[in-house]
């Protein structure tokens, strides 16, 4: 939201539901508590809408689609062309990332577009005592 809110961008959600039967089982499946207060997809999406409006981004659209997820996200991305992908990385440790695989990563490695990995917030390690703290960066 604030890189959309800064550039003036519109913002596209893509969420990938594996194959079904049925293309509409991926609507239904936005109706399913997803988070640990009980909020669904179709919820979170229309608090994006509202928090977008607030923002002044002009526009946000969700699109559900099928399949296997990363090559259903770059064929998604090669037909609807972005300027940037933002995706998130749960911080697999390397053995759960080579049994599971990483989305940020193979969309890293092949997206047609800039990607911006978004790391969630992980507490911070503790201090090192024989260590001084990092000086703070300039900026460009």
């Given at each position: 939201?604030?890189?959309?809110?800064?550039?003036?961008?519109?913002?596209?959600?893509?969420?990938?539901?594996?194959?079904?039967?049925?293309?509409?089982?991926?609507?239904?499946?936005?109706?399913?508590?997803?988070?640990?207060?009980?909020?669904?997809?179709?919820?979170?999406?229309?608090e994006?809408?509202?928090?977008?409006?607030?923002?002044?981004?002009?526009?946000?659209?969700?699109?559900?689609?099928?399949?296997?997820?990363?090559?259903?996200?770059?064929?998604?991305?090669?037909?609807?062309?972005?300027?940037?992908?933002?995706?998130?990385?749960?911080?697999?440790?390397?053995?759960?990332?080579?049994?599971?695989?990483s989305?940020?990563?193979?969309?890293?490695?092949?997206?047609?577009?800039?990607?911006?990995?978004?790391?969630?917030?992980?507490?911070?390690?503790?201090?090192?005592?024989?260590?001084?703290?990092?000086?703070?960066?300039?900026?460009?």
């Amino acid at each position: 939201m604030e890189l959309g809110a800064r550039f003036g961008s519109t913002i596209t959600v893509a969420t990938v539901y594996p194959e079904s039967a049925s293309p509409s089982d991926g609507h239904l499946e936005s109706l399913v508590p997803i988070d640990s207060e009980g909020k669904t997809l179709a919820q979170l999406l229309d608090e994006m809408q509202v928090e977008a409006r607030k923002r002044g981004i002009p526009s946000v659209t969700s699109t559900f689609l099928q399949g296997d997820v990363v090559p259903t996200l770059l064929e998604f991305l090669r037909s609807h062309p972005q300027d940037l992908v933002i995706t998130g990385s749960r911080g697999l440790s390397r053995g759960r990332r080579l049994l599971l695989g990483s989305v940020s990563s193979a969309l890293f490695g092949e997206a047609p577009c800039p990607v911006l990995v978004v790391r969630p917030d992980f507490p911070p390690p503790p201090a090192d005592p024989k260590r001084p703290p990092p000086r703070p960066r300039a900026g460009r």
